[in-house]
C-alpha cells in the first residue's frame, strides 16, 4: 500500500520518466563499457601485430595470438574473419595487403568510425 500514496505525490508521468531515464542510462554505460573493451582489444592485438611483423620473435608471436583470443570473446564474426586472414596470409605479401585492408573495413564498423578509406577524415 505504500505504492500507492508514491505514485499520487509524485504522478505516474513522472515514475515512468524516471525508469525510462534509468533505462537509458543504463544501456548506455553497457553500450560504453563493450565499446571500451572492444577498442582495448583491437589495440593490443594492432601493438602486438606490429611487434611481431617487426621482431618476428616466438615471443611476439604469442603476444599476438594472446591478443586475437582476447579479439575473439569480443569482437563480431566480421573482425574475428579479418584476424584469421591476417594469419592465413602470413606467406602471402599480396593476399596480406587485401587482408590489412579486410580488417581495416571489419574494425572501423565494429567501432563507428566513419571513413572511406584511406586519408578520409574522420
Given at each position: 500500500?505504500i505504492l500507492?500514496?508514491?505514485?499520487?505525490?509524485?504522478g505516474?508521468?513522472?515514475?515512468?520518466?524516471?525508469?525510462?531515464?534509468?533505462?537509458?542510462?543504463q544501456l548506455?554505460?553497457?553500450?560504453?563499457?563493450?565499446?571500451?573493451?572492444?577498442k582495448?582489444?583491437?589495440v593490443?592485438?594492432?601493438e602486438?601485430y606490429?611487434?611481431?611483423?617487426?621482431?618476428?620473435?616466438?615471443?611476439?608471436?604469442?603476444?599476438?595470438a594472446?591478443w586475437?583470443?582476447?579479439?575473439?570473446?569480443v569482437?563480431?564474426?566480421?573482425?574475428?574473419?579479418?584476424?584469421a586472414?591476417i594469419?592465413?596470409?602470413?606467406?602471402?605479401?599480396?593476399?596480406r595487403?587485401?587482408?590489412?585492408?579486410?580488417l581495416?573495413?571489419?574494425?572501423?564498423a565494429?567501432?563507428?568510425?566513419a571513413?572511406?578509406?584511406?586519408?578520409?577524415?574522420?
Amino acid at each position: 500500500m505504500i505504492l500507492l500514496p508514491l505514485l499520487t505525490a509524485f504522478g505516474l508521468g513522472s515514475v515512468i520518466t524516471v525508469l525510462i531515464q534509468a533505462a537509458v542510462a543504463q544501456l548506455a554505460q553497457k553500450s560504453g563499457r563493450s565499446f571500451e573493451e572492444r577498442k582495448a582489444a583491437y589495440v593490443g592485438l594492432l601493438e602486438a601485430y606490429q611487434r611481431a611483423a617487426v621482431e618476428g620473435t616466438d615471443a611476439a608471436a604469442k603476444e599476438f595470438a594472446y591478443w586475437q583470443m582476447r579479439c575473439d570473446l569480443v569482437a563480431p564474426e566480421d573482425v574475428r574473419v579479418g584476424i584469421a586472414r591476417i594469419v592465413e596470409t602470413n606467406d602471402d605479401p599480396g593476399g596480406r595487403a587485401v587482408a590489412h585492408e579486410s580488417l581495416k573495413l571489419a574494425l572501423r564498423a565494429n567501432l563507428g568510425i566513419a571513413g572511406k578509406g584511406r586519408g578520409a577524415a574522420n
